[in-house]
T-cell receptor
Framework: DAGITQSPRHKVTETGTPVTLRCHQT?????MYWYRQDPGHGLRLIHY???????DKGEVSDGYSVSRSKTEDFLLTLESATSSQTSVYFC?????????????????FGAGSRLTVL | QKEVEQNSGPLSVPEGAIASLNCTYS??????FFWYRQYSGKSPELIMS????GDKEDGRFTAQLNKASQYVSLLIRDSQPSDSATYLC????????FGTGTRLQVFP
C-alpha cells in the first residue's frame, strides 16, 4: 500500500447520510480509480480520473460522485447512502493506460475502505 | 456485455504441487491481461501481466495466453501455503474488466 492511502478504513453510517471516502497518493500518477468489491461481483469500476478536474463514470456510477482538485487526492462521495452501497471500496492508481505497452493499466490498490450502511 | 469468467473454487492443492488457475474472456480485441492476488481482507496486488500469446515466467509463476481460444491461465509451481489467496484475472480492451476470482487453498 506504499504511496496510496485511503481514509477512513472503516465506517458505519445510516441510510440517507452523506459519506465521503478519501484517496491520497504520493506517486504523482495521472490516473486514479474508485472500485467497489462485492461477493459474486468482483471489482467494479465506479468512477475514474485522468487528471485534475477530469473524471468519468465507470460501470456502477449511480449514487456516487467524485472530485479531484489536486493530483494527489481523489474523493468519492455518496450523497445519500443506501444499504446497497454497503461494500468494500478500493482506490487504485496507475501511471498509464495506453495500449499494450508494458506497465499499461497496472493498478496499485489502496488498503480499502469498508463501508456499512444500516 | 464483455465478460471475464473464472471458476470461483476453492481449488485445493497439496503443498509442492502445481496450481493451475484459468480465465476466459469474451472480447476478442482484448490486448492486456493481468493476474492479481488478493489475500483475505487485503487489497489486490499485481503478480503477473502478459500482452502476447505464449508463456511468461516469473519465478514460480507462469502466465499463459491463448488469444485464439480467448483464455489466460496462471500456473503456480511448488505451491506453498502462503499462496493461499484469491486470484483475480483482469482483461483490458477498451476498459479493464475483472473476473470474480478463484480461491486457492494450498494445504500442508
Amino acid at each position: 500500500d506504499a504511496g496510496i492511502t485511503q481514509s477512513p478504513r472503516h465506517k458505519v453510517t445510516e441510510t440517507g447520510t452523506p459519506v465521503t471516502l478519501r484517496c491520497h497518493q504520493t506517486e504523482n500518477h495521472r490516473y486514479m480509480y474508485w472500485y467497489r468489491q462485492d461477493p459474486g461481483h468482483g471489482l467494479r469500476l465506479i468512477h475514474y480520473s485522468y487528471g485534475v478536474k477530469d473524471t468519468d463514470k465507470g460501470e456502477v456510477s449511480d449514487g456516487y460522485s467524485v472530485s479531484r482538485s489536486k493530483t494527489e487526492d481523489f474523493l468519492l462521495t455518496l450523497e445519500s447512502a443506501t444499504s446497497s452501497q454497503t461494500s468494500v471500496y478500493f482506490c487504485a492508481i496507475s501511471e498509464s493506460t495506453s495500449g499494450g505497452a508494458a506497465g499499461a493499466n497496472v493498478l496499485t490498490f489502496g488498503a480499502g475502505s469498508r463501508l456499512t450502511v444500516l | 456485455q464483455k465478460e471475464v469468467e473464472q471458476n470461483s473454487g476453492p481449488l485445493s492443492v497439496p503443498e509442492g504441487a502445481i496450481a493451475s488457475l484459468n480465465c476466459t474472456y469474451s472480447d476478442r480485441v482484448s490486448q492486456s491481461f493481468f493476474w492479481y492476488r488478493q489475500y483475505s481482507g487485503k487489497s489486490p496486488e499485481l503478480i503477473m501481466s502478459i500482452y502476447s500469446n505464449g508463456d511468461k515466467e516469473d519465478g514460480r509463476f507462469t502466465a499463459q495466453l491463448n488469444k485464439a481460444s480467448q483464455y489466460v491461465s496462471l500456473l503456480i509451481r511448488d505451491s506453498q501455503p502462503s499462496d493461499s489467496a484469491t486470484y483475480l484475472c483482469a482483461v483490458k480492451s477498451d476498459k479493464l474488466i475483472f473476473g470474480t476470482g478463484t480461491r486457492l487453498q494450498v494445504f500442508p
